[in-house]
């Protein structure tokens, strides 16, 4: 059974800095890319980034270009979403997502709880 | 980065009713599109992928279908449990969600 559960959410000043974790369980996590995707009080859902198998390649949102960083150790089946000059607008549910298989499209079947991030101004 | 907008963004029906959301990319995407529900409170839940493809366990009365540009997510006869907000959401280039579609009660 998939299991992902996100930790290091809180409360930070506009311009201050969190990091958030996802550690998984319950598949090969070596072998799969994972993301973040975030949801705003009161909006939809918004990808924000993405991280190969290998740590080899990631991408980002352009609403979080070159502020956040995704990085993961596979040795301890973890993400990690490193949020610098945090916004008001930054200010959301933050979700670790996997894949639905290692060769699916990037369309996911698996959802942590999430964690709360709020940014205050 | 490719936009997708759904349309439209609240809908109202009844139990029973026929009801089509559809979604555009702004550029080409194949069919590179999933679809999912999502109820307060709860995590989204796929519903379907590769624009047409119901994932396992969901109902058959969820459908999808398009390619290229233009796609629709239709629900052949509303059931209490499917009121939700539905998104779509590419994955031919990295992803993109479009901005929802809220399916109340009328």
């Known amino acids: 059974q998939v299991h992902l559960v996100e930790s290091g959410g809180g409360v930070v000043q506009a311009g201050g800095s969190l990091r958030l974790s996802c550690a998984a369980s319950g598949f090969t996590f070596k072998s799969f890319a994972m993301h973040w995707v975030r949801q705003a009080p009161g909006k939809g859902l918004e990808w924000v980034a993405l991280?190969?198998?290998?740590?080899?390649?990631?991408h980002y949102a352009d609403s979080v270009k070159g502020r956040f960083n995704v990085s993961r150790d596979n040795s301890k089946n973890t993400i990690y979403l490193q949020m610098d000059n945090l916004r008001p607008e930054d200010t959301a549910v933050y979700h670790c997502?996997?894949?639905?298989?290692?060769?699916?499209?990037?369309?996911?079947?698996?959802w942590g709880q999430g964690a709360q991030v709020n940014v205050s101004s | 980065d490719t936009q997708m907008t759904q349309s439209p963004s609240t809908l109202s029906a009844s139990v029973g009713d026929r009801v089509t959301i559809t979604c555009r990319a702004s550029?080409?995407?194949?069919?590179?599109l999933a679809w999912y529900q999502h109820k307060p409170g709860k995590l989204p839940k796929l519903l379907i992928s590769k624009a047409s493809t119901l994932h396992s366990g969901v109902p058959s009365r969820f459908s999808g279908s398009g390619s290229g540009t233009d796609f629709t997510l239709t629900i052949s006869s509303l059931q209490p449990d499917d009121f939700a907000t539905y998104y779509c959401q590419h994955y031919d280039n990295y992803c993109t969600f479009g901005q929802g579609t809220k399916l109340d009660f009328k």
């Open positions: 550029q080409y995407i194949s069919d590179n």
């Open positions: 997502a996997r894949p639905y298989s290692m060769w699916s499209g990037y369309y996911f079947s698996d």
């Open positions: 991280i190969w198998y290998d740590g080899s390649n990631t």
